[in-house]
């Protein structure tokens, strides 16, 4: 009998903790506005605002029609949609309809086909929270575990985050600037490509490996 309960007992704390994490991970979802809401940076294109292995939280609900120049924001590659990238709002091409070109803040220029034109077609979020370095686990363990212990991370750091009072007695010019850095950035490569553009959806990482195609065409 006691094997027996301890069985059950194990088996009930496993089913609670799967439907805590769906509960989390829907409420992501829902709350920004994307199939995925966080990706790992695995490329240095926006160095030194977003480091290799941060996690970049993406609000999909940020309108298209509402960036504007400085934003970050995660986008597929345009010629192609074969890779997702995170980069900075570096002009306005065109107003109506909205047409953009981004560059990443360590590159020495925007790229064709990947930093411009980009289009709403294009756009997947804006990049608004950054969590340093947990990315790490993608590199550790194997999906699905790494990528349910990033959505429980995000989770439980966002309601910490957002749950605080809000204060800025204490927060400097410097500190400010680096606060309003790191709600911008994004686009994670699977892998650390030459011209430094693409970010890694977490989620596809154990099938899908983006490799970085653009070297050859500098």
Known sequence: MNKLSLKSGIVKDIIIVVIGIAIIWIGLRVAFGTENPFYVVSSGSMIPNLEIFDVIVVQGHVNFDQL???DIIVFNRPDGHDKVIVHRVAEILNKDPLVIR????ANPGSIPGT???ITKNDYIGKVVYVVPQIGYVTRILTPPINYIIIAVIVGIMLVKQFGKPKSTDGI????QDKIDSDESGISADKSLSSDKSYLTNDSDESTNKFQDKDSESK
């Open 115 to 117: 930093d411009f034109p």
């Open 172 to 175: 400097s010019g410097n500190d």
């Open 68 to 70: 504007k120049v400085g």
């Open 102 to 105: 981004t560059k990443g803040d």
